[in-house]
T-cell receptor, first 115, second 116 residues
Framework: GESVGLHLPTLSVQEGDNSIINCAYS??????FIWYKQESGKGPQFIID?????DKRQGQRVTVLLNKTVKHLSLQIAATQPGDSAVYFC??????????????FGKGTHLIIQP | DTGVSQNPRHKITKRGQNVTFRCDPI?????LYWYRQTLGQGPEFLTY????????KSRLLSDRFSAERPKGSFSTLEIQRTEQGDSAMYLC??????????????FGNGTRLTVT
């Protein structure tokens, strides 16, 4: 029968390979973006962020690229490990005059690391 | 552990019952957020507080939902007369708040609600 489960885009990569996860955002005025990793049964975990005055930022094994022209974000994970298997979300910060009002999340991508 | 803490982790209730969830944010964080997440979706914003003041509520937050943060520290989210459609993961997050424009939200591990 038909299974009911996550209806997320899925990316399957071999352990040790690099992976790239993409995200499109809608608000051209957004100026702060965050990538989160979410493992089953847990809350989103901060990975890396980037401000709109940058087009690239690197962390440990992760790189975020921002293309404001086409409103596109990507997360690159180098030398993937089994522990990288999770759902990855991009998020953009919303602001009012009082500061950050919270995040708007994109659709997640389920990253599967094949042994 | 000095992260965001949520209790209970799981709650099973019968339709029509009331439930209350608690969130303890990171101690120096002024802003506290509630999100809801259903299977296969990203978290959706419900409401947030700056200290004890509730500053914004999403249209997702029906009149059966109420959130409080009476002393500007922990927060509670109550759902009255639960419906099966309320079944979801309820996530709490905190951030340093006013003046901290480029600071990520830190999430707890959520409360999984199942309404039977």
């Amino acid at each position: 029968g038909e299974s009911v489960g996550l209806h997320l885009p899925t990316l399957s990569v071999q352990e040790g390979d690099n992976s790239i996860i993409n995200c499109a955002y809608s608000n051209s005025a957004s100026d702060y973006f965050i990538w989160y990793k979410q493992e089953s049964g847990k809350g989103p975990q901060f990975i890396i962020d980037i401000r709109s005055n940058m087009d690239k930022r690197q962390g440990q094994r992760v790189t975020v690229l921002l293309n404001k022209t086409v409103k596109h974000l990507s997360l690159q994970i180098a030398a993937t490990q089994p522990g990288d298997s999770a759902v990855y979300f991009c998020a953009e910060m919303r602001y009012s005059g009082g500061g950050a009002d919270g995040l708007t999340f994109g659709k997640g991508t389920h990253l599967i690391i094949q042994p | 552990d000095t992260g965001v803490s949520q209790n209970p982790r799981h709650k099973i209730t019968k339709r029509g019952q009331n439930v209350t969830f608690r969130c303890d944010p990171i101690s120096e964080h002024n802003r506290l957020y509630w999100y809801r997440q259903t299977l296969g979706q990203g978290p959706e914003f419900l409401t947030y507080f700056q200290n004890e003041a509730q500053l914004e509520k999403s249209r997702l937050l029906s009149d059966r939902f109420s959130a409080e943060r009476p002393k500007g520290s922990f927060s509670t989210l109550e759902i009255q007369r639960t419906e099966q459609g309320d079944s979801a993961m309820y996530l709490c997050a905190s951030s340093p708040g006013l003046g901290s424009y480029n600071s990520p939200l830190h999430f707890g591990n959520g409360t999984r609600l199942t309404v039977t």
